[in-house]
């Protein structure tokens, strides 16, 4: 039987019993389950807010377009972020007509605290950081050179959904994740954005929903004849999310912590399994509580040991191309040249909830044969 990289799991009866209630209610988008979902995920967090969206992309857009319209920022002005991550988080910077400034990533695929620094211009608004596979890399670094800078601080969560740093979930200015269909709490499709402060939050879930003042949902609970009237304040976006990808976000949150604790578990045994080999694995950071969204190895032959495993009937992945080899993000001069070295040696193998350890087994014997 093939081994793929992700296969996602559900509690199939419970998430059709939320649902059921969505449709039982006939309030499928935005309403009884997105509200819910979002408490629920401050209670979980411990964050102070927490607005629902149809993505982690459409969370970055608004972190930026948020925070660009909050502080003044110009355009053209910058955002260090990394090459290692998934389009996305780059693409997201140039919405707002930002420049991504890209910094080198460390032993942990996460940014350089070192080379961030060495980065800031007087033009230098923000670091976007990648906690990439669920590591935290060196984040409380990151933050202290934000402190000393005056930079903004927007964390990329989208692998770190029930990833703690010494006991505490990582946050930022803003902090986005991904509850997209493969992730560590997997839904279909959709994220949550989460700003430190309600002024921002207010803002946010605005232009989240085409700069309307007042959303179809609070709108229900409103008397008298004028219910329909509302304001438009901004120029706003299509991005909120709904009350079908919410329902099935509560189940998964349910068992978050539990999943990941069987994540961390496959992970040992990839660990158990490849010391002694030369096969080096991406490490997680002093103090992580990974979600082990990724299980990551780097080898000198990446490319021909993906084909040997293909054709063991094992798909691995890769996470991520350097996105400075995409032609729209190419520089002139190698500025990383960690990421650049990286970028070519990096291997994801299967992890997920449906591997044994027998199957881990397999794929390392694989690995230890044909990986150099």
């Known amino acids: 039987m093939a081994i793929q990289l992700f296969v996602p799991k559900f509690a199939i009866d419970e998430c059709l019993a939320e649902i059921r209630e969505c449709l039982e209610k006939g309030w499928t988008g935005l309403g009884y389950k997105t509200v819910e979902f979002e408490q629920k995920w401050c209670d979980y967090t411990g964050l102070p807010h927490a607005h629902f969206i149809n993505s982690a992309t459409s969370g970055l857009h ?18 260090i972020t990394s090459g290692m991550t ?6 997201a910077i140039l919405y707002e007509n930002l420049k991504p400034v890209f910094a080198d990533v460390d032993e942990y695929l996460c940014l350089d605290p070192e080379d961030v ?82 002024e921002w939050d207010d803002i946010c879930r605005k232009k989240a929903w085409m700069g309307i003042n007042k959303d179809t949902f609070s709108r229900t609970s409103d008397k008298g004849a004028y219910r329909w009237l509302y304001d438009v304040e901004y120029v706003g976006y299509k991005y909120n999310g709904n009350s079908i990808m919410a329902a099935i976000g509560l189940v998964q949150l349910r068992y978050l912590d539990r999943d990941n604790a069987y994540r961390r578990q496959v992970a040992a045994w ?66 990383c040249p960690n990421t650049t070295r990286m970028s070519d040696r990096i291997m994801s193998l299967p992890l997920h909830l449906g591997l044994s350890r027998r199957d881990i087994e397999t794929i390392v014997d694989r690995v230890r044969t044909y990986g150099r």
């Open 62 to 79: 608004l972190a930026l377009n948020v925070l660009k319209e909050a502080d003044g920022w110009q355009d053209e002005d910058e955002i």
């Open 86 to 91: 998934f389009i996305s988080s780059n693409h």
């Open 117 to 198: 620094e060495s980065k800031i211009t007087p033009r230098t608004r923000a670091v976007l950081f990648i906690g990439i596979g669920g590591n935290t890399g060196q984040f409380d670094r990151i933050v202290e050179v934000c402190r000393k800078h005056g930079l903004r601080l927007i964390l990329d969560a989208a692998h770190m959904s029930g990833t703690r740093l010494n006991g505490r979930v990582p946050t930022g200015d803003v902090t986005v994740y991904s509850f997209q269909a493969v992730k560590t709490l997997p839904t279909a499709d959709s994220g949550m954005v989460c700003f430190a402060e309600k």
């Open 270 to 335: 990839y660990e158990e399994g490849l010391k002694g080999s030369q096969i080096a694995s991406i490490p997680t950071a002093p103090g992580c509580e990974s979600s082990r969204h990724l299980f990551q190895i780097h080898v000198n032959n990446r490319d021909e040991l993906m084909l040997a495993l293909n054709e063991s009937e094992i798909f691995p992945g890769v996470h991520y191309r350097d996105n400075r080899e995409y032609g729209m993000y190419k520089q002139d001069v190698d500025t």
